[in-house]
Each structure stands twice: as C-alpha cells, then as structure tokens.
C-alpha cells in the first residue's frame, strides 16, 4: 500500500489514489478527522471487552460482521453486566443482549445522537472536567444541540420520547462508556455528521482517552486500517499527512527527492460512481473485486467499460477481470511476508508460507518493477 501510494505520487504524479473500502468509510475518516484529527479507533478491543461499563453500538451487525468480538461483547454482558444501547433500523442477534434497542429510520442517526446529547446536557449529566479539557467552541456547540429536542428528534427518528431518555440514562451513568459502529453507520452521506455527532457525545461525557471508553469504528475488510495509514487516499499522505500541509508536502518532497503535486485526488465514488463526470480514462487496481462488493454494481461496470485501459493486479478471476486490458498475477497472504493492520490498529507480521505458483509475485515486486521500466 505504501508503495502504491509512492508510485502514484512519484511515478505517475497523480494524487488520484484511494481503497476501495473508502467507497463505504468516506464519511468515517472525513468525520473524525475533522473531530479528533485520527481516523482510527481509539481503544482496543481487548480493552472495551473488558472496561467497559456501557455500550453504544450503532449501524453494526456486531454478531454477523464481527464475531469473535461479538463473543467477547456478548460474554461481558453476561459476566460484568455491562449495559448496551443499540442503534439501527433493524433488527440484528446482538439486540437480544442489549438493555435497550432504539430502533430509528434510516438516516437520521445524527439526529438521534444529538438528541441524546440535548437529553445529556438538559439533566446535567455531562462531564465538567472534560468540558474544561476541551472548551473550544463549546458555548457554539450548546446554541447548535439546543434545536434537538426530545419530541422533535422522537417525531424524526420515530424513537419514542421515554427511550431516548433511557438511552441517555444508560450512558451517563456508566462510565466509562464505549462507542462501536461499522459499515452500516458508514454506508450513507449523512454518516459523517453521525460520526462527528458521537465524537462530540464522547467528549461531553468524558469517555475519550479513558480505557473502556473512546470512539471505536470496526472495518469490514482486512487491513481497511493498514492500506489508509500507509496513504492511499485522495487527500493524504501516509500517516494522514494532509496535501494541503505546506510542511507535511516539504517533508515527503526531501524523502522521496522530487517535487509533489499538492492538489487532492478523487475519491474511489468520483471515480466509480459518476463515470459521466470522471476525467480519469486508465486505472489500475489491486486487489480488489470491485463489482460483485458493490451496492452499486452495474455504474460501477459502465465505469469500468468507459475506460481506455485498465489494468488488474489480483490473484484469481473474477467479474472485474473481464473488463482489463492487462492481468498481472497476484499471491495470496500465505504467498508472500508483510504486515496487516487490525481495525483496532494492531500492526500483525504474515511470513511467507509457501512459493508463489506460476508467474505469480508479491504485490510489491510487480509494483517495484512496474516502476523502474517507467523510468527506462
């Protein structure tokens, strides 16, 4: 992933890089970006399994997406008697263990969590020395919550009155409290006010920077965490270094020699999901299966066949190959060493197992040799 990031920048000189997990995470790394400055959890998973004394688990099929933390949430029920509220338009197995399940209308969990934040700071119940921790803009802050009132985000949200009460209940009054949501939060264009909305909520009650506690999205794919700090994204570079960062640009441009195009790239949906609009005519992916992961399979296909040249890194056939004008075999995980980093952003070595089949290398070779015959 960081060379990828290296040959789009260095060899092709182009910022139009990004993980197709983006196409559904968009909203989570603008949001907390803008609220906390890393898109990552902040706890371990080990940690909230274990210290934490309530749960907000919103947008996520905790059991189905995530089993073996399902276990370990579902065992800190029955063992510590931990209280969870969960949040979704629909049912899922972990409500069964849940304290209390808020079933709201899609879209509006913006609204629902300012609710309780309005519920938070109408009892009293919000955290005085984290408030002193974080003043900015706080009094801005409490003139924009003042609008969500209960019988307001009731009627939007169709969650009675009585439950937002006991939801914000819950979560003040067992601290420290810990926040999870997965893709369902981060599919839509409103999730990144939901995002900002809870880092806000954890912030009013003093559950950042506390073991148990913190503001913890939970990626779908393997290594969805890894391929974003290494910089594949339209906007940074590795380690969320922003291209609009005069010193962050003058630092990579002494590294890697050359100078930098500073202006952001386009996102995996600019590229995919508006094929009209898209002034990119070649792409070349990696590793990735984009049609049949697609919510939005048959605009992604006409993208894919209104382009002059397309080029497929992967090891196995598959829907996307059909459209490529050149196939370059792949290795699987056992096929070659590297790193992969959790969702909790544990950095996890993979050595190399058994040999590559075929004509078929590691990802960074092909990537190395693709590089040094542009520079022929």
């Avoid at 969960?86 to 304290?99: G, L, M, Q, R, T």
């Avoid at 949906?269 to 609009?277: E, G, S, V």
Wanted: net charge negative.
């Amino acid at each position: 992933n960081y060379l990828l990031g290296k040959f789009a920048r260095q060899v092709l000189r182009t910022n139009h890089i990004d993980c197709v997990s983006n196409l559904y995470y968009t909203s989570v790394v603008d949001g907390l970006m803008d609220s906390l400055g890393v898109p990552a959890m902040t706890n371990s998973l080990e940690d909230i399994a274990n210290k934490a004394c309530s749960l907000l688990v919103i947008g996520s099929n905790l059991t189905e997406q995530h089993p073996v933390f399902g276990t370990q949430i579902r065992q800190a029920i029955l063992r510590r008697k931990v209280k969870m509220v969960v949040a979704s338009p629909d049912f899922y197995n972990i409500d069964e263990y849940a304290a209390l399940a808020l079933y709201h209308h899609p879209k509006t969990e913006a609204i629902l969590v300012n609710g309780l934040i309005h519920i938070i700071i109408e009892k009293g119940w919000q955290d005085r020395d984290s408030i002193q921790k974080y003043p900015a803009g706080y009094k801005q802050f409490l003139e924009s919550i003042a609008a969500y009132t209960p019988p307001l985000v009731s009627e939007i949200t169709g969650v009675s009155q009585d439950q937002l009460y006991q939801a914000a209940e819950i979560l003040a009054h067992h601290k420290p409290t810990a926040i999870l949501w997965s893709i369902g939060l981060a599919h839509h264009e409103s999730g990144k006010q939901a995002v900002q909305a809870l880092s806000n909520l954890q912030m009013l009650l003093g559950n950042l920077e506390k073991p148990g506690g913190g503001v913890n999205p939970l990626c779908s794919q393997n290594n969805t965490q890894g391929a974003n700090d290494m910089g594949c994204n339209p906007s940074c570079l590795p380690g969320y270094q922003s291209l609009n960062d005069p010193s962050a640009i003058e630092k990579f441009e002494m590294a890697w020699g050359m100078h930098l195009n500073n202006q952001p790239g386009l996102s995996t949906a600019q590229l995919l999901l508006h094929p009209t609009h898209s002034p990119v005519r070649a792409l070349y992916i990696v590793g990735e299966e984009l049609i049949n992961t697609s919510a939005q399979a048959q605009t992604v296909r006409q993208s894919l066949s209104g382009l002059d040249f397309l080029v497929l890194q992967e090891m196995a056939v598959s829907e996307t190959s059909r459209y490529a004008d050149v196939l370059l075999p792949g290795v699987s995980f056992a096929e070659k060493s590297g790193t992969f980093t959790s969702t909790d952003r544990r950095i996890q070595l993979v050595r190399q197992a058994i040999q590559p089949q075929g004509q078929a290398r590691p990802d960074w070779v092909i990537i190395a040799d693709l590089a040094k015959r542009f520079q022929a």
